[in-house]
């Protein structure tokens, strides 16, 4: 069920990315649903995941937590 969820929430960001571009938080959550689903699910794509990060500091570059889940992408993904 959460898989499924992950996958909507994807689906809706892809869709509607003018949307997401708003809040910051929008694209964190978008990165942390890539996150959610990188072991089980052949939609994880690391490039967007960073790319969601990266556009939530570009936002602003003083909100703590997007560099909190950036260290997270960095730790989980690129050193396994």
């Not at 964190?28 to 790319?51: P, T």
């Amino acid at each position: 069920l959460k898989s499924f969820r992950v996958q909507a929430a994807l689906k809706e960001a892809n869709e509607n990315e003018e949307l997401f571009e708003l809040t910051v938080q929008g694209w964190l959550s978008v990165g942390q649903a890539y996150l959610s689903i990188q072991r089980s699910n052949d939609m994880f794509d690391k490039d967007q995941c960073k790319y969601a990060f990266d556009k939530a500091i570009e936002l602003d570059e003083y909100f703590w937590e997007s560099y909190a889940c950036l260290s997270r992408y960095y730790n989980e993904i690129e050193q396994s």
